[in-house]
C-alpha cells in the first residue's frame, strides 16, 4: 500500500476508534440531546455514520484506486439523511 493510502487507512481507523468509545460511553441521557449543527440527537448521528460506515470505507477505496467517486447532490444527501433520521 503506498504512503497516501496508509494515512487514508490511519485517519479512517482512529475516526473509527474514536466514534466508537465516543458511543460506548455515551449517557442514556446525552444519547438523546440534540447536536446544534445537525438538529437532531447524538442517537440519530450515530445511526447515520454507522449506517453509512461501509459507504465511506467504499469510497475511500475508490480515492485509493483512483477511481471516480459518483456524483452527489447536497439534496440527495439531506434527502438520505432525513430518511436515516425517520427509520
Not at 72 to 84: K, L, P, S
Request: charged share 30%; with cysteine.
Amino acid at each position: 500500500m503506498n504512503e497516501r493510502a496508509e494515512k487514508l487507512a490511519e485517519r479512517l481507523r482512529t475516526f473509527n476508534s474514536q466514534v466508537m468509545t465516543f458511543v460506548e460511553n455515551c449517557t442514556e441521557e446525552n444519547w438523546h440531546k440534540i447536536c446544534a449543527r445537525e438538529e437532531c440527537t447524538i442517537g440519530v448521528v450515530a445511526r447515520h455514520i454507522g449506517a453509512n460506515h461501509y459507504d465511506i470505507i467504499e469510497m475511500a477505496q475508490m480515492i485509493v484506486d483512483q477511481k471516480t467517486l459518483p456524483e452527489m447532490t447536497m439534496d440527495q444527501i439531506i434527502r438520505m439523511a432525513n430518511e436515516h433520521a425517520r427509520e
